[in-house]
């Protein structure tokens, strides 16, 4: 078992802690990667979130065209030499 005491310290509105590099190596993180953070049992318990790229489908699915402005290029009268 890897074990740190470390110190909380202020970063900006919020609090961090510096993993040091033997506890990441065991827990298999790596810089830039996801975690997820939560309290169970008033302990915090930080997960790894899988590299996985979501799908088209997971893209589509997320799309709101309010949110997101709609069509780009909005249906208009032809110009140019465009045979419709």
């Known amino acids: 078992m890897v074990e740190a ?3 909380i310290k202020q970063w900006g509105n919020n609090l961090g802690v510096r993993l040091p590099a033997a506890i990441a190596r065991e827990a ?3 810089v830039d990667q ?6 169970e049992n008033d302990q915090v318990i930080i997960r790894a979130i899988d590299d996985v790229s979501p799908t088209l489908e997971q893209r589509l699915a ?3 065209p ?5 069509e780009v290029m909005a249906a208009s009268e032809a110009v140019g ?3 419709w």
């Open 5 to 7: 005491i470390l110190d």
């Open 28 to 30: 298999h993180l790596h």
């Open 34 to 39: 996801r975690v997820r953070i939560s309290v």
């Open 62 to 64: 997320c799309f709101d």
């Open 66 to 70: 309010a949110r997101h402005g709609g």
């Open 81 to 83: 030499a465009e045979c």
